[in-house]
């Protein structure tokens, strides 16, 4: 097998957070001896200026992508796989068999062609359906110098989208994303740099960096093909990332794990079907929350504000916010755990003041010992 990649050993534009979800199913990531930065200590922001600081009862790890991608690439060098530093520019159908020409000249026929080159990547479109400008994510940000351990995110009244900042070793991933079709580079950035000085992030001298991001709408969703006759689409290039929280590492890795499976089983057809019922059908339904996410309103005022004034006072809502952190909530069930948690939650506010003191009225969650994965 060849693996091309085009830039090794670069700094691919992203937050590099890798949630419990992904911590759990690849355990050599919290494990790794190469750098990266593990934190519980996490902050949300509400639009108006609300917030709940609390202690992660799981881990989250955060990677520079050069480490990451560097990580990776070993793993697949070891197991067998040839990289080669150059970029593909030509795929060229041949009876039963592709073509690939590289930028350096070379000519490599293959039997089946994965498509892994990321959200921008010009090879998908004789494939499959280009992108929409609602699949995609606008994203901006800087790589600020500095040292932190508090991963801190902030939404914003009337905005499909949110701030980050994300602390890994020696700087800090500061940025913003928001739906392309509905934002501007204007707007994001004017956002993001009212975000980072009330926090104190410095974006003198700090790399910049802007990406975009595809993430499915449900319309897209109904015409995506992820796989035809020689040829598979994962990570990125597919559109395979949260739509909520843009979260695309686990969903990149995933899809490449269930290709392998289908590959290795001769089964190539199997692998459309695979990623559905492993995580596409959570991503699809996904799609349809994004909305009311991001723009609607609970109880009076906008969902991330209440949301985040509830787990401020609630451990229940603390508890509901983690899940969605770490991924293990599903989408499916998003709508009847919010009802069912803020009964709960006006429960545990009628006895908050019977407790004495240390209730959790400051948003700060109790550790608990022996979490797998800590
Ligand atoms: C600003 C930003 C922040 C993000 N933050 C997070 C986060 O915190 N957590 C998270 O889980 N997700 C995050 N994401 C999403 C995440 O970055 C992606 O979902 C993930 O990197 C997808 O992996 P991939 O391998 O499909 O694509 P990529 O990571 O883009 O990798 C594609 C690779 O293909 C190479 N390539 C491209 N074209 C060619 C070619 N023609 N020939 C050879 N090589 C080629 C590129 O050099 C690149 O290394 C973020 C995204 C952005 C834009």
Not at 179 to 204: I, P
Not at 245 to 255: D, K, L, N, P, V
Request: proline content about 6%.
């Amino acid at each position: 097998m060849v693996l091309f990649e085009e830039r090794i050993g670069w700094e691919k534009p992203c937050g590099g957070g890798l949630p419990y979800k992904v911590l759990d199913r690849y355990p050599f990531l919290l494990d790794a001896v190469e750098p990266h930065f593990v934190t519980r200590e996490c902050e949300f922001v509400a639009g108006n200026g609300d917030a709940a600081r609390f202690t992660m009862r799981r881990p989250l790890a955060i990677y520079s992508r050069a480490v990451l991608n560097g990580l990776l690439l070993d793993r697949a060098r070891r197991v067998g796989a040839e990289i080669a530093a150059d970029r593909v520019i030509e795929l060229q159908r041949m009876s039963d068999r592709w073509q690939l020409r590289t930028r350096q000249g070379g000519l490599h026929a293959c039997d089946h062609v994965v498509i892994a080159a990321g959200g921008r990547t010009t090879l998908r479109r004789q494939l499959a359906p280009a992108f929409k400008p609602e699949d995609l994510l606008l994203t901006f940000g800087y790589f600020v110098p500095g040292c932190d351990d508090l991963l801190r995110v902030q939404f914003f009244h009337g905005f499909e989208g949110y701030a980050w900042a994300f602390p890994r070793p020696g700087h800090l991933s500061v940025g913003i994303a928001a739906n392309a079709g509905q934002s501007t580079m204007a707007d994001l950035k004017e956002r993001l740099h009212g975000f980072m000085r009330q926090y104190g992030y410095d974006s003198k001298e700090a790399p910049v960096f802007s990406h975009v991001l595809p993430v499915l709408s449900r319309r897209s969703w109904k015409q995506m093909r992820l796989a035809g006759d020689g040829w598979s689409l994962v990570g990125d290039a597919a559109g395979l990332a949260d739509p909520i929280t843009g979260e695309g590492i686990y969903f990149a890795m995933r899809s490449g794990e269930l290709l392998a499976d289908c590959l290795a089983e001769n089964a190539p057809d199997a692998y459309p079907g695979r990623v559905w019922s492993d995580f596409g059908s959570r991503l699809a339904f996904g799609a349809l929350l994004t909305h009311p996410f991001y723009l609607g309103n609970f109880l009076g005022l906008p969902s991330t504000t209440r949301m985040i004034q509830l787990a401020r006072r609630t451990a229940v809502f603390r508890d509901l916010l983690q899940d969605l952190i770490d991924g293990l909530q599903s989408y499916q069930t998003l709508a009847p755990r919010v009802c069912w948690s803020f009964i709960r939650a006006l429960a545990e506010m009628a006895i908050e003041p019977f407790r004495g003191s240390g209730s959790g009225t400051n948003g700060a969650a109790p550790r608990e010992a022996g979490i797998p994965g800590a």
